[in-house]
């Protein structure tokens, strides 16, 4: 009991006192009904508890818009690769890797398709692996021969990707100054076709590529949209500004996907 009542504290900033307080309160309840009150209090309270929030963009709205439709096409997703062939000083690649995380999350948002997860289909094949050695007890785990099957698979890659700072009359509407101005451009695209499973026919594809503006705060640092801070010097807030971009990119195309009834 004293244990509940310490992280209850913890989480909404009670002093010791205050669990003084709250375990002579409780001292009037029975012990089933203590913890089931601190649990609803706890519960109650979630939204000022929780710290984390939604990682949406401009367009994230666009899919909300989108009215959910009761038949949908099963969509297999595969890996979205990086094809830009850019790798930092360190070796490891400069765009994002989450970019088949991305469009997973797009298309779950738009809520026009079911969405069959195959870029991690060893995961799924390690357990039904498991079910057909007789590794798991008895009518646990997954039904072998149940996957569901994809009436289409969407792939595609980030072709392209720059982060540069320039100078010209384009500073001018940035910082509202006169003379040349210094700005950053950061740039991706990305290519994405959908091919039908039955004739291996592309039924669509796009290309689509966005700029977002940086204004110069200092120096070496530009802010992109408000918040997102990229360091020239040191190369700190790239990954970021990108990961912005792409997430962007695939939530349009997922957009332009689903409104124009293409499938």
Do not use: C, H
């Not at 205050?18 to 029975?30: D, G, K, Q, S, Y």
């Not at 899919?63 to 000083?89: N, W």
Request: hydrophobic content about 40%; overall charge negative; cysteine-free.
């Amino acid at each position: 009991m004293i244990a509940v009542l310490l992280v209850v504290s913890l989480l909404t900033g009670g002093a010791p006192a205050a669990v003084e307080n709250e375990a002579v309160e409780n001292n009037n309840l029975t012990e089933a009904q203590a913890p089931a009150k601190l649990i609803n209090e706890v519960t109650l309270s979630a939204d000022r508890i929780l710290s984390s929030k939604e990682n949406v963009t401009t367009a994230t709205q666009l899919l909300a818009s989108l009215p959910e439709i009761e038949k949908k096409f099963k969509i297999a997703i595969y890996d979205i690769q990086d094809k830009t062939g850019q790798y930092s000083e360190s070796g490891s690649p400069v765009v994002s890797q989450g970019a088949t995380e991305m469009l997973i999350t797009a298309l779950m948002r738009s809520r026009q398709y079911k969405v069959l997860d195959r870029a991690d289909f060893n995961n799924f094949m390690t357990e039904q692996n498991l079910v057909a050695n007789d590794r798991v007890i008895d009518n646990e785990g997954p039904v072998i021969g149940k996957l569901t099957g994809a009436d289409y698979v969407i792939s595609g890659a980030i072709t392209e990707y720059q982060i540069d700072k320039k100078t010209g009359g384009l500073g001018l509407r940035i910082a509202g100054k006169g003379g040349q101005q210094e700005y950053a451009v950061a740039s991706a695209a990305v290519d994405l076709r959908v091919t039908d499973t039955s004739s291996g026919e592309v039924v669509w594809a796009k290309s689509l590529k966005k700029e977002i503006i940086g204004e110069k705060i200092s120096l070496e640092a530009f802010s992109f949209m408000g918040n997102n801070i990229v360091e020239f010097e040191t190369g700190k807030g790239r990954q970021e500004v990108i990961n912005l971009v792409v997430r962007t990119l695939l939530e349009e195309a997922v957009y332009k996907l689903s409104a124009n009834n293409n499938l």
